[in-house]
């Protein structure tokens, strides 16, 4: 057993080493050998040239380069990645078909471009025929075959050859071409598949998901944050499903042809400006490094400034000035860069410093997932490797395990926000029960200093020049003088009411409080004493257990009581006033109702009222409501306490 497991490992080793150095080695084919429903990879046999995107395309112009040794073989096994190289691309291949059937092949370019064609030249034939153009402007479900990919059909009778040349021209600066041939069958049961074959549907849920997420987290909070997570989660979206030609099978005709007007690699730009944005947020750079916050300012400002004139400069730039497209590409680049290393730069200062050393652990660890995804992506993009560890590609993980992490810290940032807002508003209601005490202090200091004004000062005044006007001498002159005894008789009985509502007023400015057990006493007593001139008539109708009702309670509503019956007796006019007083299980409901004139235009009103604003604030100093009603006569108003 152990003999054959040794014989195991060194035939595997073999094996292995034979294929590291078959890659190495590169022998390539003459003839690809095609069948069904999979022949051999394309990298065995296809051959690669480039020339200048301002000559006019000429299959016939290739072949000769191919006969003068100019073409070369491509990478072993990988995808044919030239980086930024602005050149037209031509391969040329000879296929046969293995199949004792005829076929129906497709030759397809899996990623963006801005026109392709493929020729063919069969047995006996002295020149290329094109046997289709494309352009990855249209979207799949306009193109000739239509697909997210560019796909090229051809035909091969059983055990025919024939040499296909495929012409590609690509203006984004990224030269990185997955290409591939099967057979239309198996093309399509692929396509069917791929979505859940690269996990495209489960990555494409998240991301959504999570966008969904913290939208409602924004209407929750107002954090603008979320909605820059929002935007950076929308961009790196759009930028994977341009990868993998998704957007040209989801998205009209329109939105796909804009988007691409903006650029795959600008949308990435984009994403790293509003990635800028939730790190200055989440990081407090504004406060604690306003330096790094007004550069990270700048230099997403310059991210979006630069694709705004990308995509207007595009169009013209492909048809009359190549070079500029090329300093446009080489820029982006550059800018990419730069908002990648402020990343960095940011998160080695946060973590040097022990104002922000706890968060930029945190945040370090979200960055860290989504830029090793992208190094390894922009690696790609930039030809310097074709390293591709999982499908569908590692920026598309990144992504997913960023969002992950991501989504914790602003859980834990929307818990910490909701905890400080709780904080804020019961400091706030602290505060304005503070203000409302001190209001309701100053209004009955204020009514007290006019009672005992009214009491002390006019009341003594009123009842001397009463009893004076009584006196003999006074009484022998208008006896005197039978003209002015009448007079003199008014004017006495003027003089008694005025003194008895001097009195009056000043009870009802300064009532006498009730002590603990004596409301229904207290507002009785009240009700009798307004009743004794005889010129309104104040009924109370109340509960026989209002003596229950806590010591605050019983104040707020004499005091509200109080008030309301003043309002009737000095502004309404009114002839009856129904003082009523219910206790419920949970609240004292308070109506005092007049038949007085109501609220007349140019006098106060319910919400200008200066009384009223006392009454409100007494109830809401309680937790409790003051509802007013203007009926077709008189004034009713209704005040809920908690008891």
């Given at each position: 057993m152990r003999f054959r497991l040794l014989v195991l490992l060194l035939l595997g080793w073999r094996a292995n080493a034979a294929a590291q150095t078959a890659d190495k080695l590169h022998v390539v084919r003459d003839t690809l050998l095609l069948k069904d429903p999979k022949g051999p990879h394309i990298s065995e046999a296809y051959l690669y040239y480039t020339e200048p995107i301002t000559l006019p395309p000429d299959p016939e112009r290739a072949?000769?380069?191919?006969?003068?040794?100019?073409?070369?073989?491509?990478?072993?096994?990988?995808?044919?990645?030239?980086?930024?190289?602005?050149?037209?691309?031509?391969?040329?291949?000879?296929?046969?078909?293995t199949d004792p059937e005829r076929l129906r092949f497709l030759w397809s370019i899996f990623n963006f471009t801005d026109s392709a064609a493929l020729y063919c030249r069969r047995p006996g034939d002295s020149t290329f025929a094109r046997l289709?153009?494309?352009?990855?402007?249209?979207?799949?479900?306009?193109?000739?075959?239509?697909?997210?990919?560019?796909?090229?059909?051809?035909?091969?009778?059983?055990?025919?050859t024939a040499v296909l040349l495929l012409r590609i021209d690509q203006h984004s600066g990224a030269l990185y071409l997955p290409t591939y041939i099967e057979t239309a069958e198996h093309f399509l049961a692929w396509e069917m598949g791929f979505p859940f074959e690269r996990y495209w549907v489960w990555l494409l849920g998240l991301y959504l998901g999570s966008a969904l997420f913290n939208l409602v987290l924004y209407v929750f909070l107002r954090d603008r944050i979320h909605l820059w997570y929002i935007v950076y989660v929308l961009c790196v979206s759009l930028f994977l499903m341009m990868e993998d030609g998704l957007d040209a099978m989801l998205f009209p005709a329109w939105f796909y042809r804009l988007e691409w007007l903006v650029g795959q690699f600008n949308f990435m730009l984009l994403a790293a400006a509003a990635g800028i944005r939730i790190m200055q947020l989440f990081l407090r750079l504004r406060a604690n490094?306003?330096?790094?916050?007004?550069?990270?300012?700048?230099?997403?400002?310059?991210?979006?400034?630069?694709?705004?004139?990308?995509?207007?400069?595009?169009?013209?730039?492909?048809?009359?000035?190549?070079?500029?497209?090329?300093?446009?590409?080489?820029?982006?680049?550059?800018?990419?860069?730069?908002?990648?290393?402020?990343?960095?730069?940011?998160?080695?200062?946060?973590?040097?410093?022990?104002?922000?050393?706890?968060?930029?652990?945190?945040?370090?660890?979200?960055?860290?997932?989504?830029?090793?995804?992208?190094?390894?992506?922009?690696?790609?993009?930039?030809?310097?490797?074709?390293?591709?560890?999982?499908?569908?590609?590692?920026?598309a993980w990144g992504l997913f395990l960023e969002l992950l992490v991501l989504s914790a810290l602003l859980t834990g940032r929307f818990r910490f926000t909701l905890r400080q807002n709780a904080l804020l508003r019961i400091q706030e209601l602290q505060q304005r029960n503070e203000v409302g005490s001190r209001l309701i202090a100053a209004q009955d200091a204020e009514r007290e200093h006019l009672a005992r004004e009214l009491h002390d000062a006019l009341g003594p005044n009123l009842a001397a020049l009463h009893m004076a006007w009584q006196s003999r001498a006074v009484r022998d002159a208008l006896a005197a003088a039978p003209a002015a005894a009448a007079i003199g008789h008014l004017t006495e009985e003027i003089l008694g009411q005025l003194y008895e509502q001097v009195r009056q007023l000043s009870h009802a400015l300064l009532p006498t409080e009730?002590?603990?057990?004596?409301?229904?006493?207290?507002?009785?007593?009240?009700?009798?004493?307004?009743?004794?001139?005889?010129?309104?008539?104040?009924?109370?109708?109340?509960?026989?257990?209002?003596?229950q009702l806590p010591p605050a309670v019983q104040s707020a509503a004499y005091r509200i009581v109080a008030e309301l019956v003043n309002n009737a007796v000095r502004h309404a006019q009114a002839h009856r006033v129904q003082v009523q007083l219910r206790r419920r299980l949970t609240v004292l409901e308070i109506c005092v109702e007049d038949d007085g004139r109501g609220f007349a235009k140019g006098e106060d009103t319910p919400a200008t009222g200066i009384g009223l604003r006392g009454v409100q604030t007494r109830a809401a100093y309680l937790g409790g409501s003051v509802r007013i009603e203007v009926p077709a006569q008189g004034t009713r108003v209704l005040v809920q306490l908690p008891c």
């Amino acid at each position: 057993m152990r003999f054959r497991l040794l014989v195991l490992l060194l035939l595997g080793w073999r094996a292995n080493a034979a294929a590291q150095t078959a890659d190495k080695l590169h022998v390539v084919r003459d003839t690809l050998l095609l069948k069904d429903p999979k022949g051999p990879h394309i990298s065995e046999a296809y051959l690669y040239y480039t020339e200048p995107i301002t000559l006019p395309p000429d299959p016939e112009r290739a072949e000769a380069a191919w006969r003068a040794g100019r073409f070369r073989p491509g990478p072993w096994h990988k995808p044919l990645n030239l980086g930024l190289l602005h050149e037209r691309v031509w391969m040329r291949l000879t296929v046969r078909n293995t199949d004792p059937e005829r076929l129906r092949f497709l030759w397809s370019i899996f990623n963006f471009t801005d026109s392709a064609a493929l020729y063919c030249r069969r047995p006996g034939d002295s020149t290329f025929a094109r046997l289709g153009a494309a352009s990855s402007w249209v979207p799949a479900a306009e193109r000739p075959f239509p697909a997210r990919s560019l796909s090229f059909p051809f035909t091969l009778a059983a055990g025919e050859t024939a040499v296909l040349l495929l012409r590609i021209d690509q203006h984004s600066g990224a030269l990185y071409l997955p290409t591939y041939i099967e057979t239309a069958e198996h093309f399509l049961a692929w396509e069917m598949g791929f979505p859940f074959e690269r996990y495209w549907v489960w990555l494409l849920g998240l991301y959504l998901g999570s966008a969904l997420f913290n939208l409602v987290l924004y209407v929750f909070l107002r954090d603008r944050i979320h909605l820059w997570y929002i935007v950076y989660v929308l961009c790196v979206s759009l930028f994977l499903m341009m990868e993998d030609g998704l957007d040209a099978m989801l998205f009209p005709a329109w939105f796909y042809r804009l988007e691409w007007l903006v650029g795959q690699f600008n949308f990435m730009l984009l994403a790293a400006a509003a990635g800028i944005r939730i790190m200055q947020l989440f990081l407090r750079l504004r406060a604690n490094w306003p330096r790094l916050h007004r550069a990270g300012n700048w230099l997403a400002g310059a991210a979006v400034g630069f694709v705004v004139v990308y995509a207007g400069l595009f169009p013209w730039a492909v048809r009359h000035n190549l070079a500029l497209l090329h300093a446009l590409n080489i820029t982006r680049e550059v800018l990419l860069l730069a908002v990648f290393g402020f990343g960095w730069v940011t998160l080695l200062s946060t973590l040097l410093s022990r104002r922000s050393q706890q968060l930029g652990a945190y945040y370090s660890l979200t960055y860290f997932f989504f830029f090793g995804g992208y190094v390894v992506f922009w690696l790609n993009h930039l030809g310097l490797s074709s390293f591709n560890p999982i499908y569908p590609n590692p920026l598309a993980w990144g992504l997913f395990l960023e969002l992950l992490v991501l989504s914790a810290l602003l859980t834990g940032r929307f818990r910490f926000t909701l905890r400080q807002n709780a904080l804020l508003r019961i400091q706030e209601l602290q505060q304005r029960n503070e203000v409302g005490s001190r209001l309701i202090a100053a209004q009955d200091a204020e009514r007290e200093h006019l009672a005992r004004e009214l009491h002390d000062a006019l009341g003594p005044n009123l009842a001397a020049l009463h009893m004076a006007w009584q006196s003999r001498a006074v009484r022998d002159a208008l006896a005197a003088a039978p003209a002015a005894a009448a007079i003199g008789h008014l004017t006495e009985e003027i003089l008694g009411q005025l003194y008895e509502q001097v009195r009056q007023l000043s009870h009802a400015l300064l009532p006498t409080e009730p002590g603990a057990g004596r409301l229904a006493a207290s507002i009785t007593t009240l009700c009798t004493t307004l009743n004794l001139p005889g010129t309104i008539q104040v009924v109370p109708n109340l509960d026989t257990d209002l003596d229950q009702l806590p010591p605050a309670v019983q104040s707020a509503a004499y005091r509200i009581v109080a008030e309301l019956v003043n309002n009737a007796v000095r502004h309404a006019q009114a002839h009856r006033v129904q003082v009523q007083l219910r206790r419920r299980l949970t609240v004292l409901e308070i109506c005092v109702e007049d038949d007085g004139r109501g609220f007349a235009k140019g006098e106060d009103t319910p919400a200008t009222g200066i009384g009223l604003r006392g009454v409100q604030t007494r109830a809401a100093y309680l937790g409790g409501s003051v509802r007013i009603e203007v009926p077709a006569q008189g004034t009713r108003v209704l005040v809920q306490l908690p008891c």
